[in-house]
C-alpha cells in the first residue's frame, strides 16, 4: 500500500501563532511529522511525504506545489493499488491506532477528525477522490457513496486528533509519547485547568 | 456487569446556556440519556441511571444527591463485581463502541474524554474509585496503578465525545445518529463554517 503523508514544509500550523512562533511551528510540525512517519515504519510501511517544497528528512519526499486536494488527487490518480493518506499532524497516532485504520474491510475507509475533518484514509477504490474544505467528512462520505464503494469508518480518537490550535497541545500532553509530547515538554508547555477541561500554559 | 449511567437531573449542560435555556437543556439532556442507555441496552445490558434526582423513565433508577465522586464510588465500594460507568453526555456512542470498551481485557479500562476527562470505564477491581475532578484521565491512571490494577485504554473518538460545550453540538450533527441529533435538528440547528472548523447555527 502506498501511504502518503501530507505536509506543509512552508508555514505548517499558523494557528498556533498565539503560543509558538514560525520557527517554533516549523520545529513542533517537523517533531509531528517524524511521530507520524515513525509510527507508519514501526507496523511496516514505508511513507512518502507529499511536501509543498522540499523537506530534508529519512523518508522519500515528493514535492507538490499545488492545493492539499490536487497533490493528493494526484496520489490516488496514478497510484496502481490501495493508497493510505495520513496527516502529518496526528501527533496522538499510536501503532494500534495506525492499525485498525489499515487493517479495516472497505474500499474507502475513512478516519473522522474533530470538527469535521478527514484525518486519514485508506482508497482501495480508484475513482475515490478528496475534498478537503470545510466538513470534509460528508464531503468524502458522499463522494465514496457516489462512486458506489463499500464504506467504513474507524472509530479512534487519536486519529481524530489534528493539532491545529493552542487547545490542541493539551491532548498532545495528557496523551502523546513521542516528539511532538517531548518538544512541548521541553519547550516549557504544561497543562493547565480552566473550566473543566484542560489547556495549556508555558 | 453493573452498568451505570451518572445523570445531573436538575440542571443539566450549563455550559450549553449560550444555545439552549433551561428547559431546552432538559430535553436535550434527556436525548442524549435516552441514546446512551438504548446503546447499552443494544448489546444487551441493563443500564442503571445514577442521578442527582428523581427521573422519570424506563430504566431502573438510583437517585444520590451527593457529588459525581461520592455516588459514583459509593456504586464501585458495594458492587459484587465489575462496574461500567458511562457518561449520560456520549451523544455519539455506538453499539460497537461501547460493546469495545465492555469487552476490553484489563482490571480498569479507561476511555478518555477530549480534554482530559474520562468518559466511560470499566472497574474488574475492586478497590478501583474515580475523581473526576481537573484532568480526571490522569488521576485515574494514577489510581489504577497505586492499586496495582492491569490498565488499558480505549480508543475511540465516539466515546472521547462527551457534549459539554456550543461547538461540540457540530459533533452531534456531523456524527450522531439517535435522539440527540434529531432533537437538534428538529430544533433548527444546522453546521456552519468557521475557519476551518465546523460549529452550529440555530
Same mark, same amino acid.
Given at each position: =500500500? ?7 514544509g512552508?508555514d505548517p500550523k499558523?494557528?498556533l501563532?498565539?503560543v509558538l512562533d514560525a520557527p517554533e511551528r516549523r520545529d513542533f510540525a517537523r517533531a509531528m511529522l517524524a511521530d ?15 511536501? !509543498?517544497?522540499?523537506v530534508e528528512c ?28 495520513? =496527516?502529518a499532524d496526528?501527533a ?7 492499525? &485498525? ?16 475533518? !478527514? ?9 475515490? &477522490?478528496? %475534498? ?5 467528512? !460528508? ?10 464503494? %463499500? ?12 493539532v ?15 516528539r511532538a509530547?517531548a518538544w512541548l515538554?521541553e519547550h516549557g508547555f ?13
Amino acid at each position: =500500500m502506498h501511504v502518503v503523508v501530507p505536509f506543509d514544509g512552508r508555514d505548517p500550523k499558523t494557528r498556533l501563532a498565539p503560543v509558538l512562533d514560525a520557527p517554533e511551528r516549523r520545529d513542533f510540525a517537523r517533531a509531528m511529522l517524524a511521530d507520524v512517519a515513525e509510527t507508519i515504519e514501526s507496523i511496516s510501511f514505508e511513507p512518502t511525504i507529499l511536501a !509543498t517544497t522540499d523537506v530534508e528528512c529519512e523518508w522519500p519526499v515528493v514535492v507538490d506545489e499545488r492545493s492539499l486536494d490536487a497533490a493528493v488527487n494526484d496520489q490516488l490518480a496514478v497510484a496502481d493499488g490501495p493508497v493510505a493518506v495520513v =496527516m502529518a499532524d496526528l501527533a496522538l497516532v499510536t501503532p494500534d491506532a495506525l492499525d &485498525r485504520l489499515f487493517r479495516a474491510g472497505g474500499e474507502v475507509v475513512l478516519a473522522p477528525g474533530r470538527g469535521g475533518g !478527514t484525518n486519514a484514509f485508506v482508497a482501495r477504490h480508484h475513482d475515490f &477522490r478528496v %475534498d478537503y474544505h470545510d466538513a470534509s467528512i !460528508t464531503d468524502h462520505r458522499s463522494i465514496a457513496e457516489e462512486i458506489g464503494a %463499500d464504506t467504513v469508518e474507524v472509530d479512534s480518537f487519536r486519529l481524530a486528533s489534528d493539532v491545529d490550535e493552542p487547545d490542541d497541545l493539551a491532548e498532545v500532553l495528557l496523551h502523546g509519547e513521542g516528539r511532538a509530547a517531548a518538544w512541548l515538554r521541553e519547550h516549557g508547555f504544561d497543562l493547565s485547568m480552566d473550566e473543566g477541561r484542560v489547556s495549556v500554559q508555558r
